[in-house]
């Protein structure tokens, strides 16, 4: 992907431009929001990274609805030291798509980044979804491994569909909770990874290759090959 | 320069009684008391004095205008005998009358002679008359020039008239005096009033400005505007000294309870720097035993800074109509597979529908956080209860555990930042949950206390309630 990375501070500039180049992207990086603008809006980039408060008179924010104004839809990350509810919210309104507060992992940087640059295009109308021998199904909700149905609840449902449609991406512990719980909170304990658990277990029952797999430090992946 | 600066803290006596409000507001009193009693004055005037004045002036004007038609009618001799004859019939002495023929000779009436004629064509006079038993006096006279030359004067004394508007002038000046002596007063007393009852106001903000903030504006009985003014100083005051003890909290907490993570984090890497260990696997376990410390760091500065957060109200912007019911079934499910690994059971009651207003991350935040304290102190095979009603405006939620409970001391201080009961001291945590969870509460106007579960002495359990109010 190509990266275009906003953000004043120089050594976290340098560490998540190292990190995302690391992983195979292309980063252009630039430390004000002028700047920032102007490659945005003449360049083509896959994603956006910026700082909520920027020099230069353009901050973030600005920034985004400046583009959006434009009708440049570039998916957006922000990186923020501000984590007040309210500027988070802000953040989105303004045409944001995902909103990361800073100290942050960079796993977890790593796996939104991936997360929001695949995304399909237009929310495929696909009405399954397969990986390996795990098949879903949209319309008549349910769930089988190689050809055996497996009773699955609800929440399961939305979490394994959630995994499934980013095959192959680490999706994190907080991204889980955000999309298949949809609330922002700290659960304190491991409350995902107990869900995630319960799930490989009804989907590894009896099958000799597991297919959710726990990335160190990072969150999950689902993937077909081992 | 010093001399001006001594002025302006020390002002006269009469400089502060005109810079006083009170008196201000008297005095504007004052005058318009004042201005309504001038009119009235000049309306009682005029409809006394003036109205006398008329009455005389059109009386002497008939008169006159009657005499004159009869000498034109009759004759001057005519004219001369009326005039006597009205000059025997008044018994007062009150009329004045003087008929001259062409020539300038009297031919009848009480008066010497004409006054002496003016520039002007007024044929009214005002004039000293000498009066034969009364003495000195004052009359009102017109003078008519009849058609064949002749002159007719008549006129009416009004020296009684004069005095009942001296009179009446007096009394307006005595009354006016007396007005502006009660407004002065009046403004002076309100001014009194108003200091003493605004000056333990201002004592206790000079006091609180001076630093001391536990000072509070001390109210009367009478529950008036003042008492009210104080009432919400106060308030404003609990407000602030309440918001102070956060601030003092939250420092208290950084140097209290982030000292040791960030110590335990320093080590770890400064050991690994020292121990010269050329095994990159050892280096790397400390470098992410050091990342780990810091992460906790992070995550107990998030919720210092989220309990300021919402005890300032500032999240109050996040409220939005919601469905407790659907938010408990969430917990439930979330919380419900961590209870289920540790094999307990989770059991859960509440209505179909609890309709509220308020944040549904926090409150969310807030059954998980009592939800996580419940299974981290319920044994293996234990049970948890989850339940939520109505009660009058109210909802009800409790989470009760097995747990071994909470002494009554310890219930007092529970939600105080970073406390955690000795009994709690083993188990994972940082103290902050149910600090959150009463600020949040708090936030919804609601309240959050603690009962005995009804279990076994000795393993009690706790049950943690909360109600919240109802959507209106």
Do not use: C
Request: without cysteine; hydrophobic residues 45%.
């Amino acid at each position: 992907m190509r990266i275009l990375l906003v953000e004043d501070d120089a050594e976290v500039g340098r560490f998540v431009k190292k990190g995302l180049q690391e992983a195979g992207h292309t980063v252009e990086h630039t430390t004000n929001g002028r700047d920032g603008l102007f490659m945005a809006a003449g360049e083509s980039f896959d994603l956006l990274v910026l700082d909520r408060m920027l020099p230069g008179g353009v901050d973030g924010v600005r920034l985004v609805e400046t583009l959006r104004g434009q009708g440049n839809h570039t998916p957006v990350l922000f990186l923020s030291a501000m984590s007040g509810v309210d500027e988070r919210v802000k953040g989105l309104k303004a045409g944001g798509d995902d909103y990361l507060v800073k100290p942050f992992a960079f796993a977890e940087l790593l796996a939104r980044v991936e997360a929001l640059g695949r995304r399909p295009a237009v929310d495929a109308p696909a009405t399954r979804l397969k990986v390996a021998d795990l098949e879903l199904d949209l319309l008549s909700r349910t769930v089988t491994r190689a050809g055996k149905k497996i009773d699955i609840q609800p929440r399961e449902f939305r979490l394994l569909e959630h995994l499934m449609r980013h095959v192959g991406q680490v999706v994190t512990r907080t991204m889980l909770l955000e999309k298949v719980w949809d609330y922002h909170f700290d659960p304190q304990t491991n409350v995902i990874d107990v869900h995630v658990s319960r799930l490989r277990q009804k989907l590894d029952k009896g099958q000799d290759r597991p297919l959710i797999h726990t990335v160190r430090n990072a969150g999950y992946m689902i993937r077909a090959e081992p | 320069m010093p001399h001006t600066r001594r002025r302006q803290q020390h002002p006269g006596p009469l400089w502060r009684l005109l810079s006083s409000a009170g008196f201000r507001f008297a005095l504007l009193f004052a005058v318009v008391f004042l201005a309504a009693g001038l009119a009235f004055a000049g309306v009682l005037w005029w409809g006394t004095a003036g109205t006398l004045e008329r009455q005389t002036d059109s009386a002497i004007r008939a008169d006159a205008m009657a005499l004159a038609e009869r000498g034109r009618d009759s004759g001057l001799a005519v004219l001369a005998e009326a005039v006597e004859e009205r000059l025997a019939l008044d018994a007062e002495g009150l009329s004045i009358y003087l008929l001259l023929d062409p020539s300038g000779r009297r031919l009848a009436g009480n008066l010497a002679a004409l006054p002496p004629p003016r520039s002007g064509d007024s044929s009214w006079y005002r004039l000293n008359v000498e009066h034969e038993d009364t003495g000195p006096g004052e009359a009102r006279l017109l003078v008519l020039d009849l058609p064949d030359g002749s002159k007719l004067a008549v006129g009416r004394e009004v020296s009684e008239k004069g005095r009942l508007r001296a009179l009446l002038t007096e009394g307006l000046a005595w009354a006016a005096g007396a007005a502006l002596f009660f407004a002065l007063l009046g403004a002076w007393l309100m001014r009194r009033a108003l200091e003493r009852r605004l000056t333990p106001a201002a004592t206790t903000a000079a006091l609180i400005a001076g630093g001391d903030l536990s000072q509070r504006v001390p109210l009367s009985l009478h529950d008036d505007e003042f008492d009210r003014l104080g009432a919400s100083m106060n308030a404003m005051l609990d407000r602030i000294a309440h918001l102070m003890d956060g601030v003092r909290g939250v420092s208290d907490a950084i140097a209290h309870d982030l000292r040791t993570p960030i110590a335990r984090a320093r080590n770890g890497l400064e050991e690994a720097l020292l121990s010269e260990a050329d095994d990159p696997a050892t280096l790397r376990g400390a470098i992410e035993r050091g990342i780990a410390d810091l992460d906790n760091v992070t995550r107990v500065f998030q919720a210092v800074l989220r309990i300021a957060e919402v005890e300032a109200g500032a999240r109050r912007a996040a409220f939005a109509p919601l469905d407790l019911s659907l938010l408990l079934a969430d917990a439930a499910e979330l919380y419900g597979a961590s209870a289920e690994a540790r094999g307990q059971t989770l059991n859960t009651l509440w209505p179909e529908s609890l309709p509220l207003v308020g944040d549904r991350d926090l409150l969310l935040q807030v059954v998980a956080n009592l939800l996580d304290n419940a299974v981290k102190f319920t044994a293996p095979h234990g049970t948890i209860v989850l339940s939520a009603w109505r009660e009058a405006d109210w909802v009800v939620v409790r989470v009760a555990d097995e747990g071994p409970g909470l002494s009554a001391q310890d219930r007092t201080r529970v939600g105080e930042r970073f406390f955690r009961a000795d009994s709690a001291r083993t188990t994972p945590g940082s103290g902050l949950g149910l600090s959150l969870v009463r600020a949040v509460v708090q936030l919804h106007g609601g309240a959050l206390w603690f009962e005995d579960a009804g279990g076994p002495p000795g393993q009690p359990g706790l049950a943690v309630l909360f109600r919240l109010p109802v959507a209106a």
